[in-house]
């Protein structure tokens, strides 16, 4: 039987759980970790970046040490925007990670100190008493929990979150193992071809692993293995010297974000997942697990935060996710020789661009659903109270637009003005005059946008 009460309890233990895990038990809280042990990941593998090497090193330090290989200890190149491998590539250089081990190492780690680990289990509901019930292969334990973290990867549903939204192309990994050709052996190699690109990892012994990421309409009839020895057969690299090969798994790689629950953080690849070309999932995860690692605390103290905060995280997830949308765009554009091609077309084309703000002509006031009160600003493990306004239909605090305070912005709305009024009025606030017209013109703009100031015939 498990512990009466924890500070968190967090949903599925793969390196963003565990790393966040780790950074709540340092800070002393009672943590009840889950997992189904049921491997999620595309492939045996994954790659790091040679340049995202810092992020790594905090909780979980020894198990990522364990996990990795020696850095640049395969050739690493890539066969993009011409017909031979470039070997050394810069974005390349990194390490690689042995999922399974690395996964099974961090769990240790957690155990080990202090974390409360319940694997295989799953959290099954939430009573109206406000416990939750986790189940395991034995029986159900109703738990209560201050906070809760869902850390499930990229499985659409999520419960009890909301349904993601698509934020880019339909993106299939279809991971296959074989045996790699002689020469090909102690390389890992990324090659672009005409329906999608491959990452093939070759180790110094045992099988091949290569990750084919295409479109999910190229094998509408299920992952036959016609249409994927089709894929292979266009790889001039070792995806495509592979021999007595079969398929291990196909996971739906298409980027989401999920919109952000009122008392649910999630965390990783529950967050928001983001094309493979673009970021390394692992470091994003543990990147996210350690900023969230500085909100769960304040979130204890201060219940009537958790709101604003989830809202906050949600938003800085969504943010790197568009960022990250951004990269993968410009590695997509990178090659030149598919460019008609229904995958490359997709993805090389220009994001569309937002709207022109519409110029309000008329006078305007503040929204009846904005009501002051204190904002949580959410940043990396930091957050804080402090005074500005709450939109009692969304629940979202905003305390500044533009880089410039939200009270006194409103306060040039005490009456019905028009734009160019408020603009002119921003010289006499002493927190407004010294930000140019042009500046407070661009945040009440941004306001208008957002709907905190609505005309004031509405």
């Not at 155990?111 to 409360?116: F, N």
């Not at 090969?245 to 529950?270: E, F, I, S, Y």
Request: hydrophobic fraction near 45%.
């Amino acid at each position: 039987m498990f512990a009466r009460t924890y500070d968190c309890l967090i949903v599925g233990a793969g390196p963003a759980g565990c790393r966040l895990a780790l950074g709540l038990v340092e800070q002393g809280l009672e943590v009840l970790l889950l997992d189904h042990l049921r491997p999620t990941y595309s492939g045996p593998h994954e790659s790091v970046i040679g340049w995202t090497s810092s992020g790594w090193f905090g909780a979980g330090r020894k198990a990522i040490e364990a996990a990795l290989p020696q850095w640049d200890a395969l050739r690493r190149g890539a066969i993009w925007g011409s017909e031979e491998v470039r070997w050394q590539n810069e974005f390349l250089l990194g390490g690689l990670i042995r999922r399974g081990e690395f996964d099974r190492r961090l769990r240790a780690q957690c155990v080990d100190a202090g974390v409360t680990l319940a694997a295989p289990a799953t959290l099954a509901a939430r009573r109206d008493d406000g416990t939750w019930v986790v189940r395991d292969s034995q029986c159900d334990h109703r738990v209560r929990a201050r906070t809760v973290v869902v850390a499930t990867g990229r499985a659409r549903r999520s419960a009890p979150l909301p349904a993601p939204e698509v934020i880019g192309p339909p993106l299939l990994a279809v991971t296959v193992l074989g045996t790699p050709a002689g020469e090909d052996r102690g390389s890992a190699v990324i090659e672009s071809v005409p329906d999608g690109w491959s990452w093939c990892t070759a180790l110094p012994e045992g099988p091949a692993s290569a990750v084919l990421m295409i479109e999910p309409a190229l094998l509408a009839g299920g992952p036959s293995r016609a249409a994927i020895a089709g894929v292979l057969a266009t790889c001039r690299g070792p995806a495509g010297r592979l021999r007595d090969w079969r398929v291990v798994c196909a996971n739906d790689a298409t980027p989401r974000c999920r919109p952000p629950h009122a008392a649910l953080l999630a965390l990783g690849d529950a967050a928001a997942t983001v094309d493979p070309m673009a970021s390394q999932g692992v470091e994003k995860a543990l990147h996210m697990a350690d900023s969230v690692a500085g909100l769960i605390a304040p979130a204890i103290a201060n219940p009537d935060w958790l709101p604003q905060l989830c809202r906050g995280h949600a938003e800085r997830e969504h943010q790197l996710a568009r960022t990250c949308q951004l990269r993968a765009q410009d590695f997509y554009r990178a090659e030149t020789r598919w460019a008609e091609r229904p995958f490359w077309r997709a993805r090389q084309a220009a994001a569309p661009s937002a709207p022109a703000p519409v110029v309000p002509t008329g006078p305007l006031r503040v929204a009846p659903n904005a009501r002051p009160g204190m904002v949580v600003t959410v940043g990396h493990r930091t957050c804080r109270a402090q005074p500005g306004w709450n939109d009692e239909r969304t629940g979202r605090g905003l305390s500044q637009i533009g880089g410039l305070p939200l009270t006194p912005l409103f306060g040039l709305f005490e009456r019905p003005r028009s734009l160019a009024e408020a603009v002119a009025a921003a010289a006499t606030v002493p927190e407004l005059f010294v930000s140019s017209p042009a500046k407070v013109r661009e945040a009440l703009l941004l306001l208008c946008a957002d709907g905190w100031l609505i005309p004031a015939g509405s």
